[in-house]
């Protein structure tokens, strides 16, 4: 097994780079970089147009890995690094071909540049991947440079209290015990914009937040009490007018990775976040890993 990061020179930062050393070291596993190309026109061309196009392409693979070599010396010493091109359709198409060819554990990909630094930006390529990839995808916050230890520390789990989340956070306990870090359980309580109307005044609005957080501070207690997780795990029930707010009130370590998973969809044969999973990603301010269903 080994970490696949997805890297196109001139379309992406270092970010993913730094992200896929820090995974790749705390597996104690290989790296694998995988530049996806656009595949060639299936349709008759002349000969010169094909051939241009095919220099054009070994010259995109050869300058996004000189790129990434040139980030990689720096901050991957002692790694196992190896660099492959892939022809596809799409980059998302690429990149789980990639992953599958590779034998890929987690596919690392970087935020998109159209964000501030520091949080997560789902990209159209990234987006589609947490729709379709069969295997954990991280995702790196602009900007990221990589936690000082050179390792993951922690891995938060976001939990809603659902029978699938549960199954969420069995899978990140089973992780954290193979990578040796810590673990904690976060549910967010997050007030509504219109939870009643303004006659009836914000008092309405807090008790029944309070009463939210309590009840999700319950059903986090019953993991511990069904054996799901051990005393050591920390629980937390987080508070805010908005996500923006419940994530910048969330403490995070040097090293932490926030971990969600995807949910099945009956009337679909795929997977999709759903909004609160969407919005969690869109506020972090840390790496974050998502779970296939």
Known sequence: MTVVVGYLAGKAGRSALHLAVEAAQTLSTSLAVATVVPRPWTTPSPARIDAEYATWADQLGSDSQREAQRSLDQIAKGLDVSFHKFASRTAGEGLLDAAEQLGASV?????????????????????????????????????????????????????????????????????????DVTMRVVAYAIRGRTMFPPEVGLHAEDSLLSAWAAQLSETLGKLKADGVVGDDVELQVITGNGWAEALDATEWGDGELLALGTSSRRSLKTVFLGSHGAKI?????????VLPG
């Open 107 to 179: 596919l690392v990909t970087g935020s998109s540049s159209d964000g501030s630094l520091g949080q997560v930006v789902l990209g159209s390529t990234t987006d589609w991947l947490l729709h379709s990839s069969p295997i954990p995808v991280a995702i790196s916050p602009r900007g990221y440079r990589g936690a000082k230890s050179g390792k993951l520390t922690r891995v938060t789990c976001a939990y809603s209290g659902t029978p699938e989340s549960v199954k969420v956070v069995e899978r990140v306990k089973t992780l954290t015990d193979e990578l």
């Open 281 to 289: 990603i869109r506020h972090s301010p840390v790496p974050v890993l």
